[in-house]
């Protein structure tokens, strides 16, 4: 009887060291959910989705505050991401007009330009230069297309032009089935 | 010159008809210089080339016209002499059929050389780096296709040591036969290109690999390389089977080495090299001339005389094709590569660049319309062709269920796009077509997801300077308050103040005190 319990105790502790040291030698860095939640979303700060960027948006979603189909620019797919990521239902868009807009980078039509920085100080990303009285420039690569500098200027010289497809960014169409009408008629 | 040496076999592939025969009746033929060339500013892997010339400026033949950007890119060079007439976006080989940016050059009908750096017929006697530089200079880049720059690819510095140089001259494509043809003119520049590029990277064996269906090819060479006295140049024959000339096939065919999923061939110790770029090398070290030609296949039987063309690069297709012979009424598509591998171009005016080795101008049964498509019967035919060991039904049911993650599991990006797997399916299914849909959409969002962390990096960055200016705007009000408090009174401890308070509520509470007797004794 003795035996018995001594040999389960010992079996007992030996697992509960064993346990314990994977725990520490195992130990997983936690990805706070909010994190994961921001490297889904697309980052154009535009605060469509009624946050003050995309950080506050995946802070709200991780807190339960706010739904997955918020952000218009990350469309479908961030929207499925999300759902698998929380283990979520997917759901329709909120906004399913402005997630069908095609990507686009501010403008700046410069001869109007009046050198005001109301736009720089709109960025989110800090996309524009240009200094007090000089004219304001674009860097098409680090605009996210987000609109917030159109509201403020004030001679309305920034317009949304369309990026378009270049052969390096372009992408081969989903084959479309061919039917057998097609194919023959 | 051992040719009983023993080859290995590659997995799955396909015995076809070659159609070979059609081009390599007549000889090479030289295309008399158009009256305009088009010159991609990208014609190669990598990044484009920068212009080097204006609008309006005279250029020589073999001028450089556009410079190299970084490591992997290449220049481009004046294919003859003339006038630049425009800088701007042209149709290109592509099978987007999206316009690129092109430096268009008017040829004045001199054809007069620009001054060239010196031959180095010595090249034992230049380090790798210098022959390297020379190599890059002359915008050279894997001319079987795939048009990788050749100087990065030699550049093996730093990598485990080359043993087998293996030179690429299976050419296992149907119709294609634009190497056979140089194979059979110019053996001599190629045996003088492949010792230029075994000193250069110093390998033990050098071996050639080439399909036993171009007996005069192999002939020539073999003359070649006796006239040379490097009698420990290799060739190896190997059987007609497609895709022999796949570079880890070719590998594996004449070494028995399996290059590792994603890895190169370095990785087994292994460079690959074609034939054409191996005689475009000789043309840049022993004769210092840049890359501006090369041989290219006009076959099929929508093409009046198909034959080999030694082609200027910027000719326009439809001008090469009309040099051709001409369409014939039975052309249904013209194809750039060829059947397998290649792609339709929807306008016969873009230019040829340095990786168009085949025009096919496919007649209806060359080319037959796509069959409807059926469902996936899982008879894994697709299965036992696949020379990469895939397993294309899984990467197909993936690849259409847009699950970019799991297709990649399945080794999506070790497909060779050789086209096995959707010339044997039953159910006619464009396999091809749905891992190039996939591979495009992995990379876009690749490039998403590199810009939207760029974006995350400037928004945070944004916003720690907002909160440090934040930060020092309270500081410094907070000083002046301070500054202002300190005037006013200069002695307030702790206890003063409960003390004061006290003290308020002290004679708030006597005053109650006397209202509320106050009353009483008036009333
Ligand atoms: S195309 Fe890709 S999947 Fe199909 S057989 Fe070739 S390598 Fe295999
Ligand atoms: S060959 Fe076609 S039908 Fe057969 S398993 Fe492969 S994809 Fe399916």
Known sequence: MITAVLTIAGLASLFGLILGYSAIRFRVEGDPIADQIDSLLPQTQCGQCAYAGCRPYAEAIAAGEA?????PPGGETTMIALAELLGRDPMPLEDEAAAEKPKSVAFIIEADCIGCTLCIQACPVDAIVGAAKQMHTVIEDECTGCDLCLPPCPVECIVMRPLEATPRTWRWPFPKEITAEAAHG | MADQRTTWSFYGGLRMDDHKALSTERPLQRMPMPARLILPLQQHIG????????????VKKGQLVANAVDFVSAPLHAPTSGTVIEIGDRPIPHPSGLNDACIVIEADGQDAWAELPEPLPDYHAHSSAQLRERIRWAGIVGLGGAAFPTAAKVNTSGQRPIDSLIINAAECEPYITCDDALMRERAGDIVDGIVILRHLIDARECLIGIEDNKPEAIASLRQAITQSGQQDIEIVVVPSVYPSGGEKQLIQLLTGKAVPSHGLPSAVGVLCQNVATAAAIADAVLRGRPLIERIVTVTGHGVGQPGNFLVPLGTAADVLVQHAGGYTDRVHELIHGGPMMGFGLRDDRVPITKGTNCLLAAS????????????????????????????????????RARDFDKVQDYHLFDCIECGCCAYVCPAHIPLVHYYRFAKTEIWAQERDREKSDLARRRHEARQARLERLERQRKARLRKKKEALESKSGASDAVDPKKAAIEAAMQRAAAKKAAQQAAPSSED
């Open chain 1, 67 to 71: 739904e997955i189909n918020r952000c």
């Open chain 2, 47 to 58: 990044h484009s080339a920068e212009p080097a010339v204006q609008v309006g400026e005279q």
């Open chain 2, 364 to 399: 209806r049964d060359e080319a037959p319309p796509a069959e409807p498509e059926r469902p996936c019967i899982r008879c894994g035919q697709c299965a036992e062709v696949c020379p990469a060991q895939l397993l294309p039904q899984q990467l197909f049911w993936y690849a």
